[in-house]
RNA sequence: CGGGGCGUAGCUCAGCCUGGUAGAGCGCUUGCCUUGGGCGCAAGAGGCCGUCGGUUCGAAUCCGGCCGCCCCGACCA
C-alpha cells in the first residue's frame, strides 16, 4: 500500500480522552476512532491488526477441532426468559425492541442461542463430543466503558461451547481449549499465563482466566516466574490424544488473580527468587458449567441405552478486540507501537526519504513491486514530507521493520533496515532485500 | 450507580472570575527553501464557543435545564 494514498490519520498529540497508553497509541497511530462512549470504528489500519488476531485465533480454534458458525447479534427476549437470565442480567443488557413491540435484546453472550441450536439439531450420544464457536461482535452495556477497546462496550469476541456426554468428556474438551488457548496467544507475542478462577456456584477446579502482563493490567497477579518462560509452541500437540499431562504442566505451579490470591500459600509454594507480583489483562476465560443450561433449556441427547442424558457444558471466550489493545500495552517504547508480526498490519515500512530525486523513487518503487510480487505485506511511504515525519509516524504505527531508502545510501547501492522492536539497523545492498525478505 | 471534572479550529489548549461579537501552538492549503529523526520563511483556509432556554442594550463569558465526554469508586471479555 502506498501511504500516500491510505488512510492514515495519525495524530502528533495525545487526545484529552485518552488515558492508558494503548488508549492514546490506537487513536494517534490511525487505529480506530471513538464513536461514541465505548464503542470504536476501527480504520484501516487498526483493522487490519484485528483481523489478523481474528485468523490466529481462527486457525487455533479449527485445529483443536471446534467448529466455527455465526449466530445473529440480535436475540429475542424468549430466549432469555427459558434460561431465567433474561430478569436476572439486570442494565448490562441492552434491551430494544422492534417496530412489532417484541423485545429483542443485543446479545452479551450466546450460551442460550448456542443450547437451543445444539437441543434441535442433536439426538444421540453418538454426535458428541461437539464444540461450536463464532467471532461476533457483542455488546455490553458497561456502566463505566473505558480504556479503549479494552473495555469498551460493544466489543469483538470469540466464544465456543462445548457439549458432552459427561464430566471425562467435558475434561477433554475443556483440556483441548485450554492447549488452544495456550498456542494462541504465544502466536501472537503474549506470554499468556493461565490462572485459576473463581467457578461461582459451579465450584470444581475447571475454570482458568488466561492473563498478560503488563504495567497497566487492571488487576494484581501473582504466579511463578517459571510459568512466563514455559513455551508452548515448540510442544507437539495432538488434539485427539490425552492432553491432561500438557495441562498438568501449566497448572503446576503457582498463579492467581488478586481475588484468588493466597499469600500464605504464595510463600510456601513458590521460591522466593520466582516470586512475581505483577499486574495483569485477562485476555481470554475458559469455563466448565456442567448443566447449567442444557438442564433448563432441555438439551438432552439419547445415550447408549436409550436413556435420556442431560449434557455436560463448558464455555470459552477470547477477547479479540481487547487484544489489540492488549498487544499494545504489552509491547510498546516511547516512540509508539511495536507489532509482533503475526499481527503487525503490515510487515515492513518502506521509507522513501526524498521522493523528488528520480533514483531514490525509482529504487522505491522497484522494491515495493518486487516485495508485493512476493507476497511481502508493505507500507510505502511514498508522500512528500521530511525524513523526520516519516521516521516518526512509522515508529508510531509500529510495523515490525522499516526498509530506509535515501541518497546517501543509495549512492552505493545500499539500503538501511531497521528493526521495530530492538532498534537494530544493518546495510543491505539493495538488491539483497527482497530476498531477506521474501524468505 | 455514587463522587469529581470538562465541552471554544482537525489535535492540545488560552479566553470565562471582572459580559462589548474569538485567540495561540501543532496540523491543513499555497509559494519559496530544505531533505537521514516532526527544519526554516511568507501568505492563507478553517469555529452558529455542545445544546435549549433565561438575564441583559449586548452572552464563549452570568443563571437554569438537557446532551455528550473524561477521571476516581463499585462492576466487568
Given at each position: 500500500m502506498r501511504l500516500s494514498q491510505y488512510f492514515l490519520p495519525t495524530l502528533r498529540e495525545n487526545p484529552a480522552?485518552?488515558?492508558?497508553v494503548s488508549h492514546r497509541l490506537m487513536l494517534r497511530a490511525g487505529l480506530i476512532r471513538q464513536q461514541a462512549a465505548g464503542i470504536y470504528a476501527w480504520l484501516p489500519l487498526g483493522y487490519r491488526v484485528l483481523r489478523n488476531i481474528e485468523r490466529i485465533v481462527r486457525e487455533e480454534q479449527d485445529a483443536s477441532g471446534a467448529q466455527e458458525v455465526l449466530m445473529p447479534t440480535i436475540q429475542s427476549a424468549d430466549l432469555w426468559r427459558e434460561s431465567g437470565r433474561y430478569d436476572a442480567y439486570g442494565p448490562e443488557m441492552l434491551r430494544i425492541k422492534d417496530r412489532h413491540d417484541r423485545e429483542m435484546l443485543y446479545g452479551p453472550t450466546n450460551e442460550e442461542m448456542i443450547t437451543t441450536i445444539f437441543r434441535d439439531g442433536v439426538k444421540s450420544y453418538r454426535d458428541l463430543p461437539l464444540n461450536l464457536y463464532h467471532i461476533q461482535w457483542k455488546f455490553r452495556d458497561e456502566v463505566r466503558p473505558r480504556f479503549g477497546v479494552m473495555r469498551g462496550r460493544e466489543f469483538l469476541m470469540k466464544d465456543n461451547y462445548s457439549f458432552d456426554i459427561d464430566k471425562a468428556g467435558a475434561t477433554r474438551s475443556y483440556n483441548r481449549m485450554f492447549v488452544a488457548y495456550l498456542r494462541t496467544f504465544a502466536r501472537m507475542g503474549l506470554k499468556a499465563i493461565p490462572m485459576r478462577a473463581d467457578t461461582g456456584?459451579?465450584?470444581?477446579?475447571l475454570s482458568h482466566e488466561f492473563i498478560i502482563l503488563a504495567e497497566t493490567g487492571e488487576s494484581a497477579v501473582f504466579c511463578d516466574r517459571d510459568l512466563v518462560d514455559?513455551?508452548?509452541?515448540g510442544r507437539a500437540i495432538d488434539y485427539?490424544?490425552?492432553l491432561q499431562p500438557l495441562v498438568n504442566e501449566w497448572t503446576a505451579q503457582y498463579a492467581a488473580t488478586d481475588e484468588m490470591h493466597d499469600a500464605a500459600r504464595f510463600e510456601t509454594e513458590v521460591p522466593a527468587g520466582r516470586r512475581l507480583a505483577a499486574r495483569g489483562i485477562e485476555v481470554g476465560h475458559i469455563f466448565y458449567f456442567g448443566t447449567k443450561y442444557s438442564a433448563p433449556m432441555n438439551a438432552v441427547v439419547s445415550g447408549p441405552k436409550g436413556e435420556p442424558i442431560t449434557v455436560e457444558m463448558g464455555s470459552y471466550g477470547i477477547g479479540v478486540s481487547r487484544l489489540a489493545g492488549a498487544i499494545i500495552e504489552a509491547s510498546h517504547d516511547d516512540a509508539g507501537i511495536i507489532w509482533p508480526e503475526s499481527v503487525a498490519p503490515f510487515r515492513i515500512g518502506l521509507l522513501?526519504?526524498?521522493?523528488?530525486?528520480g533514483a531514490v523513487s525509482k529504487a522505491c518503487n522497484d522494491l515495493y513491486a518486487t516485495l508485493r510480487a512476493k507476497g511481502v505485506e508493505v507500507l510505502h511511504d511514498?508522500?512528500?514530507?521530511r525524513p523526520g515525519a516519516k521516521f516518526a509516524d512509522m515508529d508510531l504505527i509500529g510495523l515490525p521493520w522499516q526498509v530506509i531508502i535515501g541518497p546517501k545510501g543509495l549512492a552505493a547501492g545500499k539500503v538501511e533496515v531497521k528493526n521495530r522492536a530492538t532498534g537494530a539497523r544493518s546495510e543491505l545492498a539493495l538488491d539483497q532485500v527482497a530476498a531477506t525478505f521474501a524468505a
Amino acid at each position: 500500500m502506498r501511504l500516500s494514498q491510505y488512510f492514515l490519520p495519525t495524530l502528533r498529540e495525545n487526545p484529552a480522552e485518552a488515558q492508558i497508553v494503548s488508549h492514546r497509541l490506537m487513536l494517534r497511530a490511525g487505529l480506530i476512532r471513538q464513536q461514541a462512549a465505548g464503542i470504536y470504528a476501527w480504520l484501516p489500519l487498526g483493522y487490519r491488526v484485528l483481523r489478523n488476531i481474528e485468523r490466529i485465533v481462527r486457525e487455533e480454534q479449527d485445529a483443536s477441532g471446534a467448529q466455527e458458525v455465526l449466530m445473529p447479534t440480535i436475540q429475542s427476549a424468549d430466549l432469555w426468559r427459558e434460561s431465567g437470565r433474561y430478569d436476572a442480567y439486570g442494565p448490562e443488557m441492552l434491551r430494544i425492541k422492534d417496530r412489532h413491540d417484541r423485545e429483542m435484546l443485543y446479545g452479551p453472550t450466546n450460551e442460550e442461542m448456542i443450547t437451543t441450536i445444539f437441543r434441535d439439531g442433536v439426538k444421540s450420544y453418538r454426535d458428541l463430543p461437539l464444540n461450536l464457536y463464532h467471532i461476533q461482535w457483542k455488546f455490553r452495556d458497561e456502566v463505566r466503558p473505558r480504556f479503549g477497546v479494552m473495555r469498551g462496550r460493544e466489543f469483538l469476541m470469540k466464544d465456543n461451547y462445548s457439549f458432552d456426554i459427561d464430566k471425562a468428556g467435558a475434561t477433554r474438551s475443556y483440556n483441548r481449549m485450554f492447549v488452544a488457548y495456550l498456542r494462541t496467544f504465544a502466536r501472537m507475542g503474549l506470554k499468556a499465563i493461565p490462572m485459576r478462577a473463581d467457578t461461582g456456584p459451579i465450584g470444581g477446579d475447571l475454570s482458568h482466566e488466561f492473563i498478560i502482563l503488563a504495567e497497566t493490567g487492571e488487576s494484581a497477579v501473582f504466579c511463578d516466574r517459571d510459568l512466563v518462560d514455559k513455551d508452548i509452541l515448540g510442544r507437539a500437540i495432538d488434539y485427539a490424544g490425552d492432553l491432561q499431562p500438557l495441562v498438568n504442566e501449566w497448572t503446576a505451579q503457582y498463579a492467581a488473580t488478586d481475588e484468588m490470591h493466597d499469600a500464605a500459600r504464595f510463600e510456601t509454594e513458590v521460591p522466593a527468587g520466582r516470586r512475581l507480583a505483577a499486574r495483569g489483562i485477562e485476555v481470554g476465560h475458559i469455563f466448565y458449567f456442567g448443566t447449567k443450561y442444557s438442564a433448563p433449556m432441555n438439551a438432552v441427547v439419547s445415550g447408549p441405552k436409550g436413556e435420556p442424558i442431560t449434557v455436560e457444558m463448558g464455555s470459552y471466550g477470547i477477547g479479540v478486540s481487547r487484544l489489540a489493545g492488549a498487544i499494545i500495552e504489552a509491547s510498546h517504547d516511547d516512540a509508539g507501537i511495536i507489532w509482533p508480526e503475526s499481527v503487525a498490519p503490515f510487515r515492513i515500512g518502506l521509507l522513501n526519504l526524498k521522493p523528488d530525486d528520480g533514483a531514490v523513487s525509482k529504487a522505491c518503487n522497484d522494491l515495493y513491486a518486487t516485495l508485493r510480487a512476493k507476497g511481502v505485506e508493505v507500507l510505502h511511504d511514498d508522500r512528500d514530507l521530511r525524513p523526520g515525519a516519516k521516521f516518526a509516524d512509522m515508529d508510531l504505527i509500529g510495523l515490525p521493520w522499516q526498509v530506509i531508502i535515501g541518497p546517501k545510501g543509495l549512492a552505493a547501492g545500499k539500503v538501511e533496515v531497521k528493526n521495530r522492536a530492538t532498534g537494530a539497523r544493518s546495510e543491505l545492498a539493495l538488491d539483497q532485500v527482497a530476498a531477506t525478505f521474501a524468505a
